[in-house]
C-alpha cells in the first residue's frame, strides 16, 4: 500500500544522532557517500559498512526499519545486480549460449550491491533521524554563500519544506478518494493496460483539484502571517553546533582516511 | 429480515507495528431490511472503519459480513457486484467529482456496472429529479456548482446505482442548516419511495433523532448498543460519559420532569416537544414524528 513508504520518513527520538546538528548530519550523510565511492576494494567498502552500522545502532531505532526503507528499491538493485554480472570480464565460471558468467562479474556485482544498499541505507539514517524543517533549514544554511549570486536559497528551502510536508497529506488524500472511487464500482485491479490507464483520470482529477486548492488555501495563510521572503527573517531556533558535532566530523574523518589507506596499500 | 449482518468483526490496524491499533473490536450486529439504521460514536470509535467493511472496502481481520445471509468474502475473494448492492457515500463526497459534466459525472457509477445507454440515461435522471437537479445544472461542470449542489451531486452517483443499502458517511458535515435539512429531507424521502435500507453515519444526536428508526452506537471499536432511538436516549448519561450527547430537547425535558413540569422525559425532536406541552396544555398540536 501507499502508506508503507518510509522515504522522507522521520521518526523522533532523542539519541546522540538525533540530537546532532542537521547541518553537521549533512554533511556527514555526504563525506559517507564519498566514502563509499572512494572505497576501491572489499576491505575499504567493509569501513564504510561498519561505519553505517555504527552511526545506525546509535540512533535506537529498529533494525527492521532498514530493510524497510530498502524495500521499494530491491527491484532496483536486483536488475543493477544481475546487469553488472554479464559486463565485467575475468574467469569464464559458467557458460550458456552467448551468456557467459564470469568471477569478475560476480564479483562486481556484490561489491556493487553491498555499496548501494549502504547509500539508501544511509541516507535514511539522515532522514529517520532529521525531521523535514531541520533538514531544510540546514539546506538553506549550507547553500547561504550561494546567495551572492542572487541564487534564491531561502525560497528553494522554503518550497522543500512544503513540499516534504505535503508528501503524507497527498498519501492520505489519494487513498481516500481511491475507496470513494472504488464504492461507485472503479476498478483498478483488472482490465487491459488501456482500461486500467483510464482508470487512473477519476483519481488524478480530484487529486489536482484539492493540490490547487490547498495551494491557494496555504498561500493566502502565509500572506496572513506577513510571509514575504526570506529577507530579515529569523529563526526561532538557532542552529549550533556542540562538542559533539564537531567528533563527530572528527570520527567521520578518521573513518574516511582508513578508506583511503586501505585502499593505498593494496 | 435482516440484509446486512456482522458477525466477530474485528479490524487491527497496522498489525505487528508499534502504531498497532483496533478500530473495530469483536462487533456482531444485524441490520433489518428497509428503514433508516443511524451509527454514532465519538471520533475514532470505528464509525467509518466499520461501514468500510459493509462494501468490502475493507477486509475483516477477523470474522464476517453477511449481505443477505451470504459471507461477502466467501473463499477469500470479493462478492461480484457488492459494491453496486452496497452503495457508500463518503465523508465530502464532492471531493470524488471529476466529470466535465454533471451528468456525466453521475453516470460513472451506471457505466461502471455496465448497464445499456437508456437505462444508464434513466437512472441518471430518475436521481437528479430526486435531488432537484434540473438540465440545466446537468449539463454543467460540476466544479461550477456551490458547496452543497456539488453534496448533492455527488450523492445522487451513488444513488443512481440503486443499491439495496446505502451508507452515508456525515453526509451534512461541512453544510449549513439549510442544507443539511435538505440533505436529510432527501435521505428521508429517498428511504421511503424505494424501500431501501439507509444507514446513516453522524454524531450530531439532533439529526438522528430526527431520521433514523434505529441506532447503533459505537465505543472505542465496540459495540455500545443497537436499539430503537428512545432507548438509546433514555441512557443519557452513559452516552455523556463516552464523549457523546442527547439531543437539547431531551435535557430540557428531562429536567423539567425532574421538577414534575413534564410527564414524560422520552423527548427527543422539537416536535415532539411541542405535542408534549400542548398534550399538557389540554391542546392539540405538534408533530409527533419530526
Given amino acids: 500500500m501507499l502508506k508503507d513508504i518510509t522515504i522522507g520518513q522521520y521518526f523522533p527520538g532523542e539519541s546522540v544522532i538525533h540530537r546532532l546538528d542537521a547541518r553537521v548530519k549533512l554533511i556527514i550523510t555526504m563525506l559517507f557517500v564519498v566514502m563509499l565511492f572512494a572505497a576501491k576494494g572489499f576491505f575499504s567498502l567493509a569501513v564504510g559498512v561498519i561505519f553505517l552500522i555504527m552511526a545506525y545502532s546509535l540512533t535506537g531505532l529498529s533494525p527492521t526499519l532498514v530493510t524497510k526503507s530498502l524495500k521499494p528499491v530491491v527491484p532496483v538493485l536486483l536488475v543493477t545486480a544481475v546487469i553488472n554480472v554479464f559486463f565485467f570480464e575475468g574467469n569464464e565460471i559458467f557458460r550458456l549460449g552467448f551468456i557467459s558468467i564470469t568471477d569478475g562479474g560476480l564479483i562486481n556485482s556484490a561489491f556493487m550491491l553491498i555499496r548501494v544498499t549502504a547509500l539508501i541505507a544511509g541516507s535514511s539514517v539522515l532522514t529517520y533521524t532529521t525531521s523535514p524543517i531541520e533538514l531544510t533549514a540546514a539546506i538553506e544554511k549550507l547553500l547561504a554563500p550561494l546567495k551572492i549570486f542572487k541564487f534564491p536559497v531561502h525560497e528553494l528551502a522554503m518550497m522543500m519544506t512544503i513540499a516534504l510536508r505535503f508528501i503524507p497529506t497527498f498519501i492520505e488524500e489519494t487513498e481516500k478518494i481511491i475507496s470513494a472511487q472504488k464504492a461507485r464500482g472503479a476498478d483498478f485491479e483488472t482490465g487491459s493496460i488501456r482500461d486500467r490507464a483510464s482508470a487512473v483520470v477519476p483519481v488524478i482529477v480530484p487529486l489536482f483539484i484539492s493540490a490547487f486548492r490547498r495551494a491557494e488555501e496555504l498561500a493566502l495563510a502565509m500572506e496572513c502571517r506577513c510571509y514575504r521572503g526570506g529577507e530579515g527573517r529569523t529563526r526561532m531556533k538557532q542552529m549550533k553546533a556542540g562538542p559533539a558535532d564537531i567528533a563527530a566530523l572528527i570520527i567521520t574523518f578518521v573513518f574516511l582516511a582508513c578508506v583511503v589507506l586501505i585502499d593505498r596499500m593494496n | ?290
Fill in chain 2, 1 to 290: 429480515m435482516s440484509i446486512l449482518q456482522t458477525e466477530n468483526l474485528t479490524c487491527v490496524y497496522g498489525k505487528g507495528t508499534p502504531f498497532e491499533r483496533t478500530a473495530v473490536d469483536n462487533v456482531s450486529l444485524s441490520i433489518e431490511k428497509g428503514g433508516i439504521t443511524g451509527i454514532i460514536g465519538h471520533t475514532g470509535s470505528g464509525k467509518s472503519t466499520l461501514i468500510q467493511h459493509f462494501n468490502g472496502l475493507l477486509k475483516p481481520c477477523s470474522g464476517r459480513v453477511l449481505l443477505d445471509g451470504k459471507d461477502i468474502w466467501e473463499g477469500g475473494k470479493i462478492m461480484p457486484g457488492l459494491r453496486f448492492r452496497v452503495g457508500l457515500v463518503f465523508q465530502y463526497p464532492e471531493y470524488q467529482l471529476f466529470e466535465e459534466t454533471v451528468y456525466k459525472d453521475i453516470s460513472f457509477g451506471p457505466k461502471n456496472m455496465k448497464l445499456d445507454q437508456n437505462e444508464i440515461d434513466a437512472r441518471v435522471h430518475e436521481a437528479a429529479e430526486l435531488f432537484e437537479i434540473d438540465e440545466k445544472m446537468l449539463a454543467a461542470s460540476p466544479f461550477e456548482l456551490s458547496g452543497g449542489q456539488k453534496r448533492r451531486v455527488a450523492i445522487a452517483g451513488v444513488m443512481a446505482m440503486r443499491p439495496e443499502v446505502i451508507v452515508f458517511d456525515e453526509p451534512a458535515a461541512g453544510l449549513d442548516p439549510k442544507g443539511r435539512r435538505a440533505v436529510f429531507d432527501i435521505i428521508g424521502k429517498y428511504s421511503r419511495n424505494t424501500g431501501c435500507t439507509v444507514i446513516v453515519v453522524s454524531h450530531s444526536m439532533e439529526d438522528m433523532a430526527c431520521i433514523a428508526d434505529r441506532l447503533i452506537v459505537m465505543n472505542h471499536g465496540s459495540l455500545f448498543c443497537h436499539c430503537p432511538v428512545n432507548e438509546v436516549f433514555s441512557r443519557a448519561e452513559e452516552l455523556t460519559k463516552m464523549g457523546l450527547d442527547v439531543p437539547q430537547v431531551t435535557k430540557v425535558f428531562s429536567e423539567l420532569k425532574k421538577r414534575g413540569l413534564a410527564e414524560d422525559d422520552n423527548v427527543y425532536t422539537v416536535g415532539q416537544a411541542v405535542a408534549s406541552i400542548m398534550k399538557r396544555l389540554g391542546k392539540k398540536g405538534g408533530d409527533p414524528a419530526c
